[in-house]
């Protein structure tokens, strides 16, 4: 089972709304080689896995990095709306029709006629998707689970690297400093996964010499990168294991396949940052509840509090 804490994994940086970055992240989460995919192929390997004792280690890193990936998708997913959040040609008040123009006559949504996705604003009401940047839905055939721990292990550290290659991709795209802060965290977290997914094929004979990190960008020329580096985050894996019995840090552990002189080590999570709720759009008509439907929905959480503090004695 999973717990969930109430804490973004990286904190997102503030900066204005931009509809076309939000798109071009559409592919680090619905895409192919998006955190949607790697989140369900790794949980499927993990959860039909097959071994004696000795296998653990390697279920228990699949099994970190596959609840890790759950945390990303939250992450990017939460940054795609925060890009989307509010059209920025409507800079009405809560008391204006939302109908109303606004500068130089533009309509609310003018905006999604020609930048980024329009299903964005027709469909996810300025959210996040699970499509890829071009709109394709994302599709469970992308998930590879062969039933070989070594042909698992291969075709997760290609995952991996074609995935740090795309965000170093998008990273490029857009000087936005909300998209720029979570595509450098992930460009870095990728780099810790492929450590992951190298250093257990090196426990089963594979010798990766001088081939990673994939691919070799020189992504620590981005400044949101070169932080995070310096902080050693892509020699960290973490457990996620509530009650301490994962056996991954047999594995995630020496020098780093990286080379790059760190030592590779694991944690149980990461801190976490302040996570907060978006303000209505009015112009989406989004969320939209009316007084008396919002007064009876706090009268009924009033009563469902009141009955948990006071539970009936059976039969009375």
Request: glycine share 8%; with cysteine; aromatic share 6%.
């Amino acid at each position: 089972m999973y717990l969930h804490t109430q804490l973004l994994i990286n904190e997102i940086a503030a900066d204005e709304p931009d509809p076309a970055a939000a798109n071009a992240l559409q592919e680090g989460l619905g895409g192919q080689f998006g955190e949607m995919r790697t989140m369900m192929q790794y949980l499927f390997q993990s959860m039909n896995f097959r071994g004696d004792a000795a296998a653990k280690p390697y279920k228990d890193l699949l099994q970190g990095v596959g609840t890790e990936e759950i945390s990303h998708v939250e992450l990017i997913g939460t940054t795609i709306s925060q890009l989307l959040d509010g059209s920025p040609r409507y800079q009405g008040k809560k008391t204006d029709p939302v109908d109303e123009p606004g500068a130089k006559g533009a309509t609310p949504l003018k905006i999604a006629l020609d930048t980024g996705n329009i299903h964005h604003y027709l469909v996810g009401a300025q959210g996040a998707l699970p499509v890829d940047s071009v709109g394709n839905p994302w599709s469970g055939s992308y998930v590879y689970n062969s039933g070989n721990l070594v042909l698992d292990l291969l075709y997760n550290l290609m995952l991996e690297s074609t995935g740090r290659l795309q965000k170093c991709r998008i990273y490029e795209m857009t000087d936005n400093k909300t998209a720029r802060s979570t595509i450098a965290y992930l460009i870095v977290r990728d780099q810790a996964h492929e450590n992951a997914f190298a250093k257990a094929l090196e426990s089963l004979g594979v010798n990766w010499g001088k081939v990673l990190p994939i691919p070799k960008t020189k992504a620590e020329q981005f400044p949101e990168v070169k932080k995070l580096l310096d902080q050693g985050l892509q020699s960290i894996q973490y457990t996620f294991s509530a009650d301490n019995l994962s056996e991954a840090g047999k594995l995630f552990r020496g020098a780093s396949p990286s080379n790059d002189g760190t030592e590779l080590r694991t944690d149980v999570m990461p801190e976490g940052a302040p996570m907060t709720i978006s303000p209505e759009r009015r112009e989406e008509f989004s969320p939209g509840l009316d007084p008396e439907l919002l007064a009876l929905i706090q009268a009924t959480a009033e009563v469902e509090l009141q009955e948990a503090d006071n539970p009936r004695v059976s039969g009375s």
